[in-house]
């Protein structure tokens, strides 16, 4: 065979070589576009649910007041459906039952006071009347903010917050409380009746001297946005990659070169003992 020939060979099995792609790797690539496409897709579902979510809570914070849900109901009351309704409620404090919970607010660190509201029908409602500073933590530092008689309750309706707060549980015995768990407060305090959630009370159902009400805090991050481009962009990198990593042999054009015997750049065209065809990659 003569020189040009195998010359000819060995280029033609080097742009099969090229072109040709690792099965493995390339398996791996798209099996991470296709996942990354997913994580960028639910990203954006995720967006349009939050934006729904704050809508609704929007509406049910600015909404009037409504009753809370009667007892029947109680099962039936979810995060979903119910929670940051606005509601109204009567009653009579339970002020030797209060439980103080650990809390951190634009008022500083302190405690959420919450207290059993008797209703006249037999059920209690925990009621977080407000924010207390820690030097006002005793029930008697606090006495001429506890009314006695029958008091109208105007607030937001809030879920149980079960076991406790980040990295600490409740301790219950000891009278710790890192979270508003309405289950675990009503069996320390004897409320056999209690609702299922909680009522932050709003500005309007403080009291001179009480607890400072109307800090509930109503925010909810929405970052999915930025996720989602985040993952639609590294897509887009790797199937980038992977196609000029794999893709770009088969755009790539041999080009064969015959130098004359004695041209000007024989010599420097020179591989061996023969000057034959050159073969280069456009």
């Given at each position: 065979?003569?020189?040009?020939g ?5 280029a ?10 690792s099965?493995w790797?390339?398996?791996?690539s ?10 960028g ?14 809508d ?35 009653g009579?404090?339970?002020h ?32 977080n ?20 008689g ?9 879920m ?15 009278n710790?409380?890192?979270?508003r ?9 004897s ?14 159902s ?8 109307g800090l ?10 930025i996720y ?5 962009s ?14 770009g042999?088969l755009f790539?054009?041999t080009?064969?070169v ?25």
């Open positions: 065979m003569s020189d040009t195998t010359l000819t060979g060995k033609e099995g080097t742009r099969g070589k090229t072109a040709r792609p099965l790797l390339t398996v791996l798209l099996t991470a576009i296709v996942l990354l496409i997913a994580l897709i639910w990203q954006v579902e995720r967006r349009a649910w939050k934006l729904a979510l704050i609704r809570v929007e509406q049910r914070v600015h909404a009037p007041a409504e009753p809370i849900p009667a007892p029947a109901s109680w099962p039936a009351v979810t995060t979903a459906n119910d929670e940051y309704r606005h509601v109204r409620l009567a009579r404090f339970l030797d039952r209060e439980t103080l919970v650990q809390a951190v607010t634009e008022e500083g660190p302190g405690y959420w006071v919450l207290t059993p509201l008797q209703r006249d029908n037999g059920t209690q409602v925990l009621i009347r407000g924010f207390v500073p820690s030097e006002r933590r005793d029930a008697s530092t606090r006495q001429s903010g506890n009314p006695d029958k008091v109208e309750i105007t607030g937001l309706l809030r149980t917050e079960p076991k406790g707060g980040f990295l600490r549980n409740n301790v219950p015995q000891h710790r409380w890192y979270s768990d309405v289950a675990a407060i009503a069996a320390a305090r409320l056999t009746h209690a609702a299922p959630f909680f009522v932050d009370a709003d500005a309007g403080q009291t001179a001297g009480g607890p400072i009400g509930t805090v109503i925010r909810f991050p929405n970052n999915h946005l989602a481009l985040t993952w639609f590294l897509a887009f990198m790797l199937a980038g990659k992977l196609f000029v990593t794999f893709g042999g790539r054009r080009r064969f015959h130098e004359p015997e004695g041209g000007p750049d024989a010599a420097a065209r020179r591989t061996g003992s023969d000057a034959g065809t050159i073969v280069e990659q456009a």
